[in-house]
């Protein structure tokens, strides 16, 4: 079983910063390939960056360049540092994980495991 447990959402200002965390606990390790996800009220959850079971990272065209994915293995945790924030950028941010896939995804429906949320309110 694993346990996704996402933090560091909030209200931003446009223009600033902020970076989300999400501690995996259970049954995961560095081979899971993980993600950021996002979801607004009446939209399909789309992704915002992955990092795959080797390490490649893969940003969506709308934050390339403004936002970073980075991961500690040793505590397995992943990391969204977002800068430059927009009014676009407001969503529920979701961490995900799965075991099996071997490439990031933008498909939602592909990773297993996901964390419950935390929201992200840029204005």
């Known amino acids: 079983h694993v346990q996704l447990v996402e933090s560091g959402g909030g209200s931003v200002q446009a223009g600033g910063s902020a970076r989300l965390t999400c501690v995996g606990s259970?049954?995961?390790?560095?081979?899971?390939?993980r993600g950021w996800f996002r979801q607004t009220p009446g939209k399909e959850r789309e992704v915002v960056a992955c990092i795959d079971s080797h390490g490649s990272i893969t940003y969506s065209d709308s934050v390339k360049g403004r936002f970073t994915l980075s991961k500690e293995d040793a505590n397995n945790t992943l990391y969204l540092r977002m800068n430059s924030l927009e009014p676009g950028d407001t969503a529920m941010y979701y961490c995900?994980?799965?075991?099996?896939?071997?490439?990031?995804?933008?498909?939602?429906?592909?990773?297993?495991?996901y964390g419950q949320g935390t929201q992200v309110t840029v204005s």
């Open positions: 995900a994980a799965d075991p099996w896939l071997q490439h990031c995804s933008a498909g939602h429906w592909e990773y297993n495991f």
């Open positions: 259970g049954y995961i390790n560095r081979r899971y390939s």
